[in-house]
């Protein structure tokens, strides 16, 4: 009898081991907030899966990953909103049961249809956002100087600036400064943009990552980061509450990362699952929060779900009026992109 | 009997040197249209790495941070070795050493986060000289060339002093004392002895450090602030942002070629066994 019932049960755990189905693992392939064990964890317990992590920066880098990886290696990718479409179109991204979605809880600006769908076919959400625009010191600049564009190139902050690089929100930003909408950003509009961003190098004493760029505003090496945001210095209220922020009035740039299942996942349920767990109330709070970066929560009714410290650093209140003031990412073409880019590097090599 | 043991190493180096060697060179010669990757034989790429100025500065922008680094690594990383070889104790030599290289063991990214807080206007360096009153308002040293060169002349000193140590403790001390015999004095023993004897484990350390400075993309961009960039960094941004692999692969194929110039350069005197 003992054997006869043995082997059926080894041969089902050999088989729920041997297949990726089975194995109770979910592969994200995401951004460094996602990290935070606050954020991961209660899913992990709820559904008792473990959920791996790889963290990837920049869409070119997460799309060489999928592109060199099995199909069934990955169940989950969050990407620039922007690049949804990409992704879409080179076959990465499986569509999502939209009415499963809370998006009517949404920011209206947040459900980003044009982004996240295609065809007609919704293929991933919005998680997060926030806003590339001026972070500063405001015991060190006059934080009504931080509401014109112009006062940044006026010689008054010379070598007190970092540039945060990342050529698409500065780009867009220097475009608003020249009273250019983001979405008009053409091959011949971006002429244009040279002498404004070279001049805006010129008054910069860097041009840093994240961690370079916080580092320097929170140490006193420069007192103004053009493309930060409350991503920037939210993580270093706590220690620095003369960081802030603000939106000028030429406008700011909106950002926003998406999240969808991989196609070819062998456990797209679970994948969806995860899906849901981050744009709840619950999930967006922690990834607002997370300790990587913080950023806003695209559902709107996360708000009980945070402290009030946390919706003063994140300014809560204030978020209906700061998304009519903001602007998408700019969306290239492949050869816009490339145009962008080399003006780009022009300015770093200046 | 002779090939059998040697076949592991070979198939190895062909495996992980020679293919993807071979396929990167071939990547090179591919071109972009749009996102998507064209092969074929375009010597586009190249073209435009010698005759775009903002590649080609990236090129001598990396040459020379790393000849100046090699430089003032090597002046720095000699009398080091020679206190520890000559004026140390035998008995304290390894902890010398070892305290030498204690830099080694800490993260080589938390280490240049580390000197940029060191080197900022609130730093160390600068908090010291205002103190001292030597200076009247901060150096801005931090997100410069010179920060960058500090923290390679940092980490490379430590991989200098260990191979001229090991150059300088295999020396007969009979050579110093023949010089002396011959009527050399001090500098000349040092100048056409001593010095010449070290070349192996100088010019070896000098071809590691130049190896290691121009592939490096972390210091300048830490360091540095993306004040200029280098050819790693250029190499990056292909690959990270752009998604342009064909040209990435042509400059990382002259990078390369600057390398093995560097090889052929200082063959004469290179003796990797002294490492």
Redesign the interface.
Known sequence: MALKAILPMTAATLAAMSCPGLAQELNALVWCDHTDPALIEPFEEKFGVKVNLKEYEGTAAGLAILDQSQPGDWDVLVIDAVDVGRAVEAGYLAELPADQLPTQNFFPELVMAENNMVDGKTYAVTEKFGYNTISYDKTKVDPADMEDMASLTSGKYDGRIGIYDYYLPVLGLVALGQGINTADITPDTLGSLKDPLMALRAASKQVSDVVSAQTALATGEVDIVVGGGEWLTAVLAADNPNLDWTIPKQGGLRWAQSIGVVAGSTQPDLALEFVKYIVSPEGQAKLATSSCYWGMPANAKTGDALSMEQRAILRWQEQPDFLKRAQLYPIPDAALDTAMQDLWTEMLNQ | MGWGLVAPALLWTAAFFVLPFAAMVALSFAH?E??EVVRGFDPGNYIRIFTDW?ML??LL?SLEITVVVTVVSVVLAWPLAAIIAFRVPARWQRLALLLAVLPFWTSYVVRS?AW??VL????VVNKALLSLGLIAEPL?I??TRVATVIGFVHFFVMLLTLTIYANLIQLSPNYARAAADLGAGRWQTFRHVILPLTLPGVVTGAFLTFVLCIGDYITP??LG?????TLP??IM?Q??????FPLASALSVVLMAVVTLAYFASSRWLRLDRV
């Open positions: 972009m749009g996102r903002t500065k990236a922008n986060y940029l807080l900022g206007q609130n730093g801005e931090a997100a961009q830490i602030g993306n004040a200029e960039l960094q250029l941004l690959l990270g942002r752009s998604g342009n």
